[in-house]
């Protein structure tokens, strides 16, 4: 499957694989990270086996960059990605949400928009969920991010309150098998891409 990030309606493609090092251990192992550690907070870890060349990178820099993976089990049953090659089938994608929160604000992940104010459930398989917050003992805001299977021509929707200055509180994605495209609610109204 292909991979993207999405950071409040910036799309890029692939995600960054970076290290996590295990408590009580003098052991790293190579992983998504979202969400943070501390109080209120929860740092969400999908484990990512990589190919001999990316491995030797990540064993260099503890970061490296991929852009295909397949999901599979670690021995205990929980979810990991398997770095590929080629993308595989297209009819699904794996997607890093890093959404974040306005000032003292949450943040939201949907389906599209039944109604004005009324949204499906969110179409996707969550891999892994992540906690952020603001604050010390993290009371002023928090909201989730996390790693999710999304299948194709579905659309699906990331959503912020609280202060948010002047940027959008929701954007809209749709996988249409070559693009993952992202926009506005007045975007998506005014272009009818999808």
Not at 72 to 84: C, E, Y
Not at 103 to 111: D, I, Q
Not at 157 to 170: C, F, V
Request: charged residues 25%; hydrophobic residues 35%; negative net charge.
């Amino acid at each position: 499957m292909k991979i993207f990030t999405i950071e409040n309606g910036q799309v890029t493609e692939g995600a960054i694989v970076r290290a996590f090092h295990l408590k009580g251990a003098d052991v790293a192992i190579s992983a998504i990270l979202v969400g943070e550690e501390g109080r209120g907070r929860h740092l969400g870890v999908l484990p990512v086996e990589l190919l001999p060349d990316s491995y030797k990178s990540w064993e260099e820099d503890l970061r490296v960059e991929i852009q295909y993976a397949e999901v599979g089990q670690t021995k205990s049953g929980k979810p990991k990605l398997f770095q590929t090659i080629e993308p595989g089938s297209l009819d699904e994608i794996i997607c890093v949400f890093r959404t974040q929160i306005g000032f003292r604000g949450s943040n939201n992940h949907t389906g599209d928009c039944i109604e004005d104010k009324e949204y499906q459930p969110f179409p996707g398989e969550w891999l892994v969920i992540g906690r952020i917050a603001q604050g010390i003992a993290g009371r002023m805001g928090c909201g989730e991010q996390g790693v999710a299977i999304l299948p194709k021509d579905t659309v699906f929707r990331t959503a912020y309150r609280g202060r948010l200055y002047g940027k959008p509180s929701e954007h809209f994605y749709i996988w249409d098998g070559k693009k993952l495209l992202s926009a506005t609610r007045q975007e998506r109204q005014v272009a009818d891409i999808f």
